[in-house]
């Protein structure tokens, strides 16, 4: 019933910019938030960024001022951009989403991941 499209994801130089997208296909489903995580080799999976319904935003530390996450909320399609791109931002991104059924219970979702790679 809920089907997240992962895409943008490749091999970039440091200093380089990616975009990723993920477009959420939902029925009967709203959508609270969505957002990225990343889960780098021998770490856990942290958050990257969120966006929620109203429009705040939230981003860790080590990416502000280089990411950047927008919606279309029409679409249900969230974007991260990234710029400024280090070695240390490699990782597989995945897209999440807090869907919301129409009787209120919450659930989160989540995309298969796409690989973010970044040579130096």
């Known amino acids: 019933q809920v089907q997240l499209v992962e895409s943008g994801g490749g091999l970039v130089q440091a200093g380089g910019s990616l975009n990723l997208s993920c477009a959420a296909s939902?029925?009967?489903?709203?959508?609270?938030?969505m957002g990225w995580y990343r889960q780098a080799p021998g770490k856990q999976r942290v958050l990257v960024a969120m966006i929620t319904s109203g429009g705040s935003t939230n981003y860790a530390d080590s990416v502000k001022g280089r990411f950047t996450i927008s919606a279309a909320d029409a679409k249900n399609t969230v974007y991260l951009q990234m710029n400024s791109l280090k070695p240390d931002d490699t990782a597989i991104y995945s897209c999440?989403?807090?869907?919301?059924?129409?009787?209120?219970?919450?659930?989160?979702?989540w995309g298969r991941g796409t690989q973010v790679t970044v040579s130096s």
């Open positions: 939902v029925s009967g489903l709203s959508i609270n938030l």
């Open positions: 999440h989403v807090q869907l919301r059924t129409t009787l209120g219970i919450l659930y989160p979702y």
